[in-house]
């Protein structure tokens, strides 16, 4: 494939570099051994923040110790423990208690288990994220939507009426699982799997489960006794209005009036933020306030569901209760993979949120080990599924909290009461319980972020709804499926639908910008200016071949129309191709014999270092001419026009064949 | 979040930007309404090659007739048709009809379907690829990858020995399947997803399975009657060697022979290429020699076994034959879908290769639709799985093929070998046709391109040899399963850790390039200026947010340790950022935060449109200022210069605390 026109015209050899503000030709980059390369691939891909860096230099003893402090943050922060903290965080760690005793009760219903495992799942674990967590402000706790998950998906194989223990027996052990899947996840450094869940995914998919979760609590509210078994919408809005003779006005009034009160106390606390503690506190004096109206009027008696009797006494081991009966198996697994997944993506977001927030740094591949552990021991002494949900880390932080110590703090709160107070559970309404879980809920539909997505970006804010939809009117799975699946093909179709721009100059500079972005550009005669604005992979190597094909014959097409100078050098700009692959370098070949073909030049201006180096090893550089790939695309169209001005300006078709390959 | 430094020294608006050779602004893109920038993106992405571009500005019935031609392309190139081309195309057609039928009748030998099929898949289904095709050059018949998938899978549910109606009934209905999400990935134009198998997987897989269908042939060449199920290569060699006492040696030797022969006429073939028809008579001819040997010493009778009878006539109707029931459903339309992707990989990646050196223009989503109608019409009269094998195309581009013809011609040659040379076939031993099958595979097995591959990207090539791994030591859907999954993940690696560089200046120049790539640049002294080298999304976004702080604090450990000044500013060079998302405008707000606390100041180069309009509308722009944000890094760096020169030069780290926020 010989350039005919290099005996006719002078070569580009002979433009005068110093002409230029540089005569810098574009390096080929120094060869690094692949071992090398490799070894800097890994660490970016599962050490990116590096968390080794401080061990670097120090002696055997320290590094030991400084080992112990990674695996378990408290002997990091410990030490330097101070009175103060303790104060503050005191107060934090009640004020989250009388948060999570009911919430811990109500959730535990959600999930079709047993009360008292709500207040089992505030004791153990956060004392194990306490050691182990890296966060100062996240709460751990059970969560709304993961409790709704694991009721959902155990229901299928086991019904918890029929069958309890057996059902709690399976929520033990895909709890287990989830914790062995979150540690995994940590020890093997595959966080950067939770980065793919986008925040609009999650906003559309937290806001779809927590209205599911509201729609559930209608059967409580209104003392349904048949109910549907399907979450969606249409199901329980049928279940609800086909069934008007059997709702009872006294849950219903009961309900609606304690709901009323949960949130006037969050609209006062958002009000005046210092009066955190009464949206804190709302949801225990309800309890309070249920349980001494229900005693006072006997209410129990007259058919008004209460919590009943709770068990006295912290959590009994439940090591022995694991069932891996391959019977059950697929189900807890899936269970437990499945929450997993979410409590680790709620959890790190919020661990990562507060931590930007006071300027601190958390390691995700930690925290997920931590989470996993906390699931594990959790599993074996009779609690459920726990993360840290944002409800509560909220509150927490408001609180004041310092450190982790207001998970200590609140887990020995949770411990007296489970040797004290249960008794004063007995007489609890239900339907306080539904109350505060609804308010709780509505909190977790978040319309400000899908209304920012809206202004910003509105194919983020399609994801959104589509992951909302598909909770709300399928089930949570589907949505959840529909989430991650839209989340990966937008990265897809990312990856294979890169932008190319037509660049103009700028006038009176040597700038050459996207013409559509800046709209006093001027276009250079005889020139096209293509820039890819993405790495080539094979993922798009066969749409950019194409693209920039009809790029070439739309300009032609413009020219023959305008009578302009006739194209003669197609210009592209390298410098956003970061990366390029086989299936990349193929495509530049076969891009430059069209190019050849119709008889034009290919230029390459500002080719970064991966694309340099693999156009070498691949003889693409010796194809398209080492003195054809410039540094700038100003200089590369100060080479072309110094060509076009020197030699035969216009190029007739005819005579373009004659130097064309014969076909 | 105030900027303290902006009421004690003079402002970058004072800086005198008549000094520089632009005085430009960075712009906000003049605004797009969604509904077009919808359409736009919705055509990249499903119509890049704008296939409608022809039908512009014509009247109506030109339209029809510009339609019909487009649906069927036989019409377009139909009326042009010479008689030249006619010469050119029958002996082209001749010669992969000498092809078609020895392979044809080997490879459905491979499915465990009766040989006649393969001679009936080489009638119907070329006559239909030539009214509906866009390729000169494919020439259209069974795959042996395509027909070995078929038989295991479908041998999962249904032995062929036991119950062969059964078992050729489904294998219709599995290719119905086939043409059917062949037609409709090119309906829905979601062609696109083929190209996410990358060339490199490609090679990997498609060696893998040619090894594997090599290996299958042990059992004929061999002449073992009792061979193991599974594909693997352990379990063949174990299979065969622990049987040695089976082996018959006629059979053997006749096998090597033929095989001997076969590879013979390939090598010629190589070395000279007019000789090609020497290859490609050699099946054919080694079927004749074959069938006269047995013939004569009367061999079938003993032991060596033949085709045996092969029913006269064309192609039978088998559209009652389809079978839907829901029992063997799953594994139809599983077994559709797999080989109809494979077939679909390979035929389009042939098609765009010839189409490329021929110099004409294939529209894959076209292609895909022909491939699916084929298959659809093929499921209804005997045939199954067709596409357009590499070998046999070489063959037909070799032969001088000029149009889809030459698929017409081999048609009607098989048509009249169904019709009258039948009988022919009766003594063809069985071991000539693993001889062939062989020979074929051993063509499929690419290693120059795998060498191609270690050199230019070892990556690739790592990618490339699990794929062969995995078909070959364990089965060829766990193959296919790891072919795409590291093809995908390859991409999300891509996405999610895109490269990051610190830039120098080059010397005497307002050029700034990647440090690594030019040694031989200087930094800026109290700058630090960084180039983000891919579009931030969310899935990289939390890495970038920290790889971006992790170079700021090598800086700082660097400057520390060389005394150098202290660092002011951090340069964030966007030009590479082709497309920005919600979570992407987050992390540079938390960027922002980040730096401002450290008492540094944020500074942005040549944002593309996509990012200004989404700083613009997500108020990040006023955040950062919009006097902070440059057209090109030589002009940041002016202006950062200006301020470390004209105001005091060393902020001491107590100062600017002073000015951080209170946190």
């Known amino acids: 494939m010989g350039n005919a026109d290099d005996h006719m015209y002078p070569s580009s050899n002979d433009y005068n570099f110093h002409a230029t503000s540089a005569n810098q030709r574009v390096a080929i980059p120094p060869p690094q051994p692949f071992v090398k390369s490799l070894k800097n691939t890994l660490k970016e891909t599962f050490f990116p923040d590096d968390p080794l860096r401080q061990f670097k230099n120090q002696p055997p003893k ?32 009640i004020t989250i208690a009388s948060l999570a005793i009911p919430q811990g009760i109500s959730y535990a219903k959600l999930a079709n288990l047993p009360p008292i495992l709500g207040l089992y799942s505030s004791f153990v674990p956060p004392l194990i994220y306490a050691i182990m967590g890296s966060s100062r402000d996240l709460a751990v706790g059970t969560v709304a939507v993961g409790s709704l998950l694991t009721g959902t998906m155990l229901s299928k194989v086991v019904n918890a009426n029929e069958d309890p223990k057996l059902y709690l027996h ?22 950067f799997i939770v980065d793919f869940l986008s925040h609009a995914t999650i906003v559309g998919f937290m806001g779809g489960a927590a209205t599911v979760v509201c729609l559930q609590q209608l059967k409580g509210i209104l003392g349904l006794d048949h109910f549907t078994h399907e979450t969606d919408i249409i199901s329980v809005m049928t279940s609800v209005f086909t069934q008007i003779h059997e709702w009872k006005w006294e849950s219903a009034v009961l309900g609606c009036v304690f709901l009323f009160y949960l949130l006037l106390a969050r609209f006062f ?30 209410a129990e008696k007259h058919g008004v569901p209460v919590i009943g009797h709770l068990k006295r006494g912290i959590n009994p081991a439940s090591i022995m209760d694991l069932n891996f009966n391959s019977q059950y198996l ?41 989470f996993g552990m906390m699931n594990i021991a959790g599993s074996c002494t009779s609690c459920y599924l726990t993360a840290g949900p944002f409800s509560r880390s909220a509150v927490n932080f408001n609180a004041g909290c310092k450190t982790a110590v207001s998970n200590i703090v609140m887990a020995i709160a949770v411990m007296i009461t489970l040797l004290v107070l249960t008794p004063l559970f007995h007489y609890t309404p239900l339907v306080v319980l539904s ?39 399928a089930n949570i799975e589907i949505g959840l499926i529909l989430a991650i699946g839209l989340s990966i093909m937008r990265v897809l179709l990312f990856v294979a639908r890169p932008r190319t721009v037509v660049l103009g100059n700028i006038p009176d500079t040597k700038v050459y910008r996207n013409i559509d972005h800046y709209t006093n550009t001027n276009n250079v005669p005889g020139v096209l200016i293509l820039e890819i604005e993405a790495p080539i992979y094979f993922a798009n190597s066969s749409y950019l071949r194409e693209r920039i094909a009809r790029w070439i014959d739309d300009e032609e097409d413009r020219i023959k129309s305008s009578g302009e100078t006739s194209l003669q050098y197609v210009i592209l700009d390298m410098g956003a191709v970061g990366n390029i692959d086989t299936s990349g370098i193929s495509m530049l070949d076969e891009v430059k014999k069209v190019v050849d073909r119709r008889g034009l030049k290919l230029v390459l201006a500002n080719p970064g270092a991966e694309v340099m180096k693999k156009m070498n090893k691949s003889k693409l550089l010796e194809t398209i001419g080492q003195e054809w790939i410039f540094l700038t695309v100003g200089e590369a169209v100060g080479a072309c026009n110094y060509m076009l001005h020197t030699c035969k300006p216009k190029m007739g078709s005819g005579e373009s064949e004659k130097y064309s390959n014969n076909v």
Chains 1, 2 share one sequence.
């Open 330 to 370: 697929p189900t807890t697994i899936k269970t437990g993979i499945v929450t997993g997944i979410i409590a680790l993506a709620e959890g790190i977001a919020v661990g990562r949120s507060f931590a930007m927030f006071k300027n601190y740094h958390i390691d995700g591949n930690k925290e997920m080990i931590a």
């Open 170 to 191: 399976l929520a033990f052990t895909a709890t287990f699982f989830a914790g062995l899947f979150e540690a995994s996840l940590g020890i093997f450094r595959l966080g």
């Open 435 to 473: 109350s505060i879980i609804i308010a709780a809920m509505l909190g977790l539909i978040d319309y400000e972020a899908a209304i920012h997505l809206w202004h910003v970006d509105k194919f983020d804010f399609l994801v959104c709804m589509s992951a909302f939809v598909g909770v709300v009117f």
């Open 62 to 93: 320290k590094r030991f110790i400084l080992g112990l402090q990674y695996v378990f943050p408290i002997f990091e922060w410990g030490p330097r423990y101070t009175l103060d903290f303790f104060k503050s965080d005191l107060i934090a760690g």
């Open 269 to 298: 606390s958002k009000r005046k933020p210092k009066l955190f503690w009464i949206s804190a506190m709302a949801p225990l004096t309800s309890v309070i306030l249920g349980s001494i109206l229900v005693y006072l009027t006997h």
